[in-house]
C-alpha cells in the first residue's frame, strides 16, 4: 500500500512539474507575444510620424525655397539652399538637401515636336557622350523611345526590336518619365546608365516648353564643356573658378572669361543664370525608423509645382 501511495505521488509530483512547465511556456509565450505586438505597434507608429516629418520637409523645403529665391535675379552652388538643412529634437530629426536640376541636359528635348532631333541637344548629349567614352549610337536610341513614329534611326530600335526581346515590351513613344527608364533602352547598359544620370534630366524648366536652359551657375564641368565644342576641359575649370568667386548675374557675364565672348554670343536662348527645377530630398527620422520624400519641383512664379514624388 505504501509503495502505491509512493507511486502515486511521484506520478502527481511529474504531473504537477509538467503542468508548470507548460504553464511557465504559456506565460513565456503570451509576454513575448505582448513585446512583439507593442513592437510591431511601435515601430508602425514611428514609420507613421517618420513619414509625416518627411513629407512635411520636402513641402516646407520647397516653400522655403520659393521664399529664398523671390526677386533674385540667379541662383548658384553658393546660396543658401545649396546648404543641407537639418534639424534635430526629442522626438525626430530631419534632413533636407536641394539641388538644382536646371543645372543639366533636358534629354527628353532631344526630339523636337515634328520628330526630327533638336540640333542642340543632340550636339550636347554627343559631346557628353565622348567625354564619357560612351557609344555614338546610344542618342538615336533614346530618339527612338521617345518619337511617335516606327521608323527606326542609325543605331536606334523601334517596336520591332523590342518586342523580339524576353521578356517583350514596346517603347514608349512619348517622353521619359524617369532617368531609370533609360535601362530599358537599347544600348543602355546599366554601367552607361548610371554613369549619363548625373548630367541628365527628363523635366523642362518652364512649364509646356519642350525645350529647356541650362544654367551656367550649377552646370557641372562635363555639362558646360558639352555645351559648345569650343569648351574644353581648361576652358570648363575657368568657369566653375570664376562662378565660385562671382556668380553670373547674366548671360552675357560670360564673356568676363577670356576666350567665352564668341561662344557665349552662340549660347543665348540655350544657356541661363538662374533654375527652376530643384530636387528635394527630405530624410526624417524617428527612433530607429527611418522615411525618405524624394521630389522635384517647378518654381515658376505660382505656387511650386510637384513634377514627381517618391517615398521609400
Known amino acids: 500500500m505504501s509503495g502505491r501511495l509512493k507511486n502515486e505521488s511521484g506520478f502527481a509530483l511529474i504531473l504537477t512539474l509538467v503542468v508548470t512547465a507548460l504553464m511557465v511556456a504559456v506565460v513565456v509565450e503570451m509576454i513575448h507575444q505582448v513585446y512583439v505586438d507593442t513592437s510591431l505597434s511601435r515601430g508602425f507608429r514611428d514609420g507613421q510620424q517618420a513619414s509625416i516629418l518627411a513629407e512635411s520637409g520636402a513641402t516646407g523645403g520647397a516653400k522655403l525655397l520659393q521664399m529664398m529665391l523671390s526677386g533674385r535675379v540667379y541662383t548658384a552652388l553658393s546660396d543658401r539652399w545649396a546648404t ?10 530631419l534632413l533636407i538637401t536641394v539641388s538644382e536640376e536646371s543645372g543639366k541636359i533636358n ?34 536610341a533614346v530618339a527612338d523611345w521617345i518619337d511617335s513614329d516606327d521608323m527606326p534611326r542609325s543605331g536606334g530600335a523601334e517596336a520591332s526590336y523590342y518586342r523580339a526581346l524576353k521578356p517583350p515590351y514596346g517603347p514608349r513613344n512619348g517622353k521619359l518619365m524617369t532617368l531609370t527608364e533609360l535601362s530599358l533602352v537599347k544600348g543602355f547598359s546599366p554601367e552607361i546608365s548610371g554613369a549619363v544620370q548625373p548630367y541628365l534630366t527628363v523635366f523642362s524648366d518652364l512649364a509646356g516648353s519642350p525645350q529647356s536652359t541650362i544654367n551656367i551657375n550649377t552646370a557641372s564641368r562635363e555639362v558646360l564643356a558639352a555645351l559648345d565644342d569650343r ?9 566653375v573658378e570664376e562662378r565660385r568667386l562671382l556668380p553670373f548675374k547674366s548671360t552675357g557675364e560670360l564673356s568676363r572669361i577670356p576666350g567665352m565672348d564668341t561662344v557665349a554670343t552662340g549660347l543665348i536662348g540655350k544657356i541661363s543664370v538662374k533654375g527652376n527645377l530643384f530636387r528635394i530630398v527630405s530624410v526624417a527620422k524617428v527612433k530607429d525608423t527611418g522615411r525618405t520624400v524624394e521630389t522635384v519641383v517647378r518654381l515658376s512664379g505660382g505656387a511650386p509645382e510637384f513634377l514627381s514624388w517618391q517615398e521609400y
Do not use: Y
Open 231 to 239: 569648351i574644353d576641359n581648361r576652358m570648363a575649370e575657368r568657369i
Open 107 to 140: 534629354i527628353n528635348g532631344l526630339v523636337q515636336p515634328n520628330g526630327e532631333f533638336e540640333p542642340f541637344t543632340l550636339a550636347a548629349l554627343q559631346r557628353l557622350g565622348t567625354r564619357l567614352k560612351l557609344p555614338g549610337d546610344l542618342w538615336g
Open 84 to 93: 543641407p538643412l537639418k534639424l534635430e529634437d526629442e522626438a525626430g530629426s
